[in-house]
């Protein structure tokens, strides 16, 4: 059983910044498995925002990046998004997900094993 808990939404004006976490407990296999972002806006799909493996290899969607960062703190086993310039198409629940190395990689919802509660983020003016 793996848990994991998001933090750090909020609202924030079009061109702001949020960093939001994602502690994770329970057993974690960092060799076969992977951490990601995901998000869902009011009445669309969930997602993929960004993945990471615990070695470090990153990817991001083509919408966020140069703008939002994916790392992992192996250590502690906590996930983080740096968002900056963010955009009002930028609002939704973000959810950090835990799922098989691929995950990371291709951000298919399907792969993920365990979600998050999610945590919300606004950006408008």
């Known amino acids: 059983q793996v848990k994991l808990k998001e933090s750090g939404g909020g609202s924030v004006q079009p061109g702001g910044s949020l960093r939001l976490s994602c502690s994770v407990s329970?057993?974690?296999?960092?060799?076969?498995?992977?951490m990601a972002w995901f998000r869902q806006a009011p009445g669309k799909e969930r997602e993929g925002v960004a993945g990471i493996s615990f070695d470090g290899i990153a990817k991001s969607t083509e919408s966020v990046k140069g703008r939002f960062t994916i790392s992992l703190d192996g250590a502690t086993n906590t996930l983080y998004l740096q968002m900056n310039s963010l955009k009002p198409e930028d609002t939704a629940m973000y959810y950090c997900?835990?799922?098989?190395?691929?995950?990371?990689?291709?951000?298919?919802?399907?792969?993920?094993?365990?979600w998050g509660q999610g945590t919300q983020v606004t950006v408008s003016s």
């Open positions: 997900a835990y799922g098989p190395r691929p995950m990371s990689e291709l951000l298919r919802t399907r792969d993920v094993r365990y």
């Open positions: 329970g057993y974690i296999d960092q060799h076969a498995y992977s």
